[in-house]
């Protein structure tokens, strides 16, 4: 496959675009700062320069010419603030949606988060709020859209060592995750295309990552898991 990854310099991002090409996947990155382009070389990933807050879909759909799926990996990341939430988690979203659909790229998955699809707790400060308001608007601009998406929503994230064991599920996340698995779950749903259609949950659990996502693919009914 040709995969194209949004945000390709993200800590997901160039966790996936090396398991990808491992195994033979053709992958580019899509980043905003030239000067990562050789991190991203480095790990068989080509990277397209291209700023998914000041490109138009146009630019975004020739960098995606070819591709069979695209991965949404983009952020703002922690040090922004609300209104970059609404551009980047948003807004890039929306915008890597129609550009996928002007390439004939049907298959979209997107890197969402804990929350979304819910209102944020009433604890939470505006940044945070802004940030799963921002995420629940773009999953569901995606899933509107005539797309083989698939979102997924990790727990909080750690940079502690993969395990490959995780719990995959429409149920809503608890607990947290390895951003290696997160990375290895989005390697086995882009290879698996019944995973279309489905919103799930990710955190760490009983499972191998080959069986969660079987599991998650045939206990598919043919609507989205909402």
């Not at 090409?21 to 070389?41: C, E, F, M, Y």
């Not at 630019?59 to 922004?80: E, I, T, Y």
């Not at 719990?167 to 989005?186: F, I, K, M, N």
């Not at 760490?204 to 909402?226: F, M, Q």
Request: aromatic share 2%.
């Amino acid at each position: 496959m040709k995969i194209a990854i949004a945000g390709g310099h993200g800590q997901i991002a160039r966790r996936l675009g090396r398991l990808l090409t491992a195994r033979g996947d053709s992958v580019v990155g899509l980043i905003r700062n030239p000067t990562h382009a050789d991190d991203l070389s480095d790990d068989g990933v080509r990277p397209i320069v291209c700023d998914l807050e000041a490109a138009s879909s146009e630019d975004v759909a020739a960098a995606l010419s070819g591709a069979d799926a695209v991965v949404f990996a983009a952020g703002a990341g922690p040090g922004s603030g609300a209104a970059r939430k609404y551009t980047v988690d948003h807004q890039a979203a929306v915008l890597l949606a129609e550009a996928a659909r002007r390439a004939n790229v049907r298959r979209y998955v997107m890197v969402s988060t804990r929350g979304a699809g819910s209102p944020p707790p009433a604890h939470a400060d505006e940044v945070w709020a802004a940030y799963v308001h921002a995420k629940t608007a773009a999953d569901e601009h995606v899933m509107a859209q005539d797309l083989d998406w698939t979102i997924l929503r990790p727990a909080a994230l750690t940079d502690d060592p993969g395990t490959g064991a995780v719990r995959l599920t429409a149920e809503r996340s608890v607990g947290q995750v390895t951003r290696d698995d997160v990375a290895e779950v989005l390697a086995a749903l882009l290879a698996t295309p019944a995973t279309a259609g489905l919103v799930l949950e990710l955190a760490e659990g009983p499972d191998s990552v080959a069986e969660a996502v079987a599991r998650a693919a045939d206990n598919r009914t043919g609507e989205p898991c909402r």
